[in-house]
């Protein structure tokens, strides 16, 4: 064994070493993280932008059902047109049909009286989100966008405590004192 070791440190032992040349490694993809989004949810009605004419040609007899002033002239800059006031009463139903109601906002305080109903109410006007105004009578409350006029939210006898939407169906008639 002695010998061995001798031998070993005379012989000059011979080490190969083998490598491979490889490409650089490429950077690792950087993952860049955005700061967190906030989002906000609101349950608001956006009624949608409709075109109103200026000018509408006049009915030959001068006027008629269509509420256009016999000038043709929807608004004149002065007072307000027959056109206009139009937009101010009407009738409105609830999506499912069951309740109806004329609003009259040619008046001040505004008046509503509900269908099968021989009495109108006076509403009272109060301040509502940013954009609307809420009229509210023993029974009935709505809220109307202060810009469109557009009935946004109805509340009435047969509804409960849930809001729910109306359209205009129809035109009316001013509606008398209460």
């Known amino acids: 064994m002695r010998l061995l070791h001798q031998l070993a440190a005379l012989v000059p032992i ?3 070493l083998s490598c491979e040349l490889q490409p650089p490694e490429e950077p690792a993809p950087t993952l860049v993280v955005a700061p967190p989004m906030t989002t906000v949810r609101t349950n608001v009605w956006v009624a949608a932008p409709q075109a109103t004419p200026t000018t509408v040609p006049a009915e030959p007899t001068g006027g008629g059902s269509n509420g256009v ?6 608004s004149n800059g002065v007072g307000v047109t027959t056109f206009q ?3 101010l009463l009407g009738h409105y139903t609830t ?6 109601f004329v ?13 099968g109903d021989p009495y109108v ?6 301040p509502s989100i940013h954009c609307c105004v809420e009229y509210a009578a023993a029974g009935l409350w709505m809220r109307v966008d ?6 946004l939210e109805f509340v009435g006898s047969l509804q409960g405590a ?4 109306v359209i205009r169906d129809a035109d009316a008639v001013p509606l008398s004192t209460p």
């Open 146 to 151: 202060k810009d469109t006029g557009a009935v």
């Open 95 to 100: 999506l499912d049909g069951k309740t109806g």
């Open 121 to 126: 109410k006076n509403l009272e006007v109060r």
């Open 69 to 74: 002033d016999s000038s043709g002239v929807v």
């Open 85 to 87: 006031m139009r937009q």
């Open 162 to 165: 849930r809001p729910v939407r």
């Open 103 to 115: 609003l009259d906002r040619t008046v001040d305080p505004p008046r509503a009286r509900m269908d």
């Open 14 to 16: 011979v080490v190969t």
